[in-house]
């Protein structure tokens, strides 16, 4: 082959290559904003779930007290 070639294949692979861990980049961060995402949500759930007794307590000594 001529070197011109060569340097043109050596180019298109390295292109590739780039795009390839850039790419690979985009989808890591978009995977880290999404579980931290989705743990947000599940710390939030596990918290009004612990509040939900204690307003329901809350509610019954107001029914039994006659508030």
Do not use: V
């Amino acid at each position: 082959m001529e070197n011109s070639l060569k340097g043109l294949m050596l180019a298109a692979g390295i292109i590739i290559t780039c795009i390839i861990i850039s790419l690979g980049f985009y989808i890591a961060r978009e995977a880290r904003d999404t579980a931290s995402e989705g743990t947000g949500r599940s710390i939030s759930c596990r918290r009004s779930l612990r509040m939900r007794p204690k307003q329901c307590m809350t509610a019954r000594k107001c029914q039994e007290a006659k508030c």
